[in-house]
Structures are given as structure tokens and as C-alpha cells.
Nanobody
Framework: QVQLVESGGGLVQAGGSLRLSCAASGSIFSFLTMGWYRHAPGKQRELVAVHTSGGSTNYADSVKGRFTISRDYAKNTVYLQMNSLKPEEAAVYCC???????????WGQGTQVIVSS
């Protein structure tokens, strides 16, 4: 079982920055593919960024060049640095952890990001 706890959300002005954190429990962090999703009211959940267990990263086209996903294996934590935030990016941002060897996906509770115009 993996538990994920996100933090770092809040209110920011358009053009500002936030760094989200997702701390994972357990001893299998290095085997997990970590992802950040966002879900805004009236919209479908959107994959924002992924950091695979092999170290590769991938981003939604809309955030490329502005968002950076990173990982601290010593702290079992994945981060999402978000720069130049836009009002339409206000959403609940959730962390996910995929354990391919067991076919399991774990989710955090999410952290709210509000971007004022």
C-alpha cells in the first residue's frame, strides 16, 4: 500500500509560481511512476506531468516550458514546480503513483490551486 500526501497548493496571482509536493509512504518509491493530474470544475481530469521509475519525464503540451516535475528519492517525494501560472490552470492537483509490477495506481487527496487574474 502506498499513501500519497500532497501539499503546496494555494492562491497565486496570474504569472506567479507555486511548488507542489507529494510525499509517498512505503519503501517502493523508486519503482513507482509518479504523476501529477489536475481536475477543474466542468472539465475532464488532465495529466500534467509524469516522472517514470526510469527517470524519464513527460508533460502536457500546455505546460511545457513552464512546469517541471522532479523527484527526491531520499525523501520519497515528487515535486511539481509551476511557473507563469494562468487563471485557467486553477484546479485540484492530484498526485498519482503507478506500480506497474502489481498493476496498481494510488492517488492522493489533492491540493487546491487558485490562480487569480
Amino acid at each position: 500500500q502506498v499513501q500519497l500526501v500532497e501539499s503546496g497548493g494555494g492562491l497565486v496571482q496570474a504569472g506567479g509560481s507555486l511548488r507542489l509536493s507529494c510525499a509517498a509512504s512505503g519503501s517502493i518509491f523508486s519503482f513507482l511512476t509518479m504523476g501529477w493530474y489536475r481536475h477543474a470544475p466542468g472539465k475532464q481530469r488532465e495529466l500534467v506531468a509524469v516522472h517514470t521509475s526510469g527517470g524519464s519525464t513527460n508533460y502536457a503540451d500546455s505546460v511545457k516550458g513552464r512546469f517541471t516535475i522532479s523527484r527526491d528519492y531520499a525523501k520519497n517525494t515528487v515535486y511539481l514546480q509551476m511557473n507563469s501560472l494562468k487563471p485557467e490552470e486553477a484546479a485540484v492537483y492530484c498526485c498519482s503513483a503507478g506500480w506497474s509490477a502489481r498493476g496498481r495506481v494510488y492517488w492522493g487527496q489533492g491540493t487546491q490551486v487558485i490562480v487569480s487574474s
